[in-house]
């Protein structure tokens, strides 16, 4: 079965410290895809990265990073240097490529950046 | 903008009534995905349409049902409203039927039932 696992529920940093996200995921396809999105306090859905299975070099984009590692099927995400901005939900997902076409989140996580 | 587009963005209705959501996917998607986003539930799939055709079916109760019609976009009915159908509902839409490869998202439906 798929799922997801963002074991940190909420998270509280000060401005500019890093922060890592984590996220666990199961499935039993070779063929699969991971996402991470942002969902701000307006509530929209903010697409972020989209990383196929076949794919573990690790990404970078401005102060944002991650780490996809299948041999502990983790897909971490870190912001560097954080900021008030950066306070949402964010969600890892997966989506199976064979399977029946959905994405199956994770529960989120709360990220509080103090300023 | 993704592209997406959901209407209306707050709906506010009491119980036992019947309410439809809309959504227009992305110029050329031909896949339509619903998500229902509650509290204490996080994001459920509820359904996918692929070109007019149910594809798949996820945690959507039998008094919702949904329907994409041939210019593609999609409807979400919900009826007999409970004040637990209470959430926020979106809409997604990818370009085929094989994996969630292009992920956008609209910017949601809020519905309160009272």
Sequence with gaps: ?????????????????????????????????????????????????????????????????????????????????????????????????????KIIFGKGTRLHILP | DSGVTQTPKHLITATGQRVTLRCSPRSGDLSVYWYQQSLDQGLQFLIQYYNGEERAKGNILERFSAQQFPDLHSELNLSSLELGDSALYFCASSPGDRGFTEAFFGQGTRLTVV
């Design chain 1, 1 to 101: 079965a798929q799922k997801v696992t963002q074991a940190q529920t909420e998270i509280s940093v000060v401005e500019k410290e890093d922060v890592t996200l984590d996220c666990v995921y199961e499935t039993r396809d070779t063929t699969y895809y991971l996402f991470w999105y942002k969902q701000p306090p307006s509530g929209e859905l903010v697409f972020l990265i989209r990383r196929n299975s076949f794919d573990e070099q690790n990404e970078i984009s401005g102060r944002y990073s991650w780490n996809f590692q299948k041999s502990t099927s983790s897909f971490n995400f870190t912001i560097t240097a954080s900021q008030v901005v950066d306070s949402a939900v964010y969600f890892c997902a997966l989506s199976d490529h064979n399977r029946d076409d």
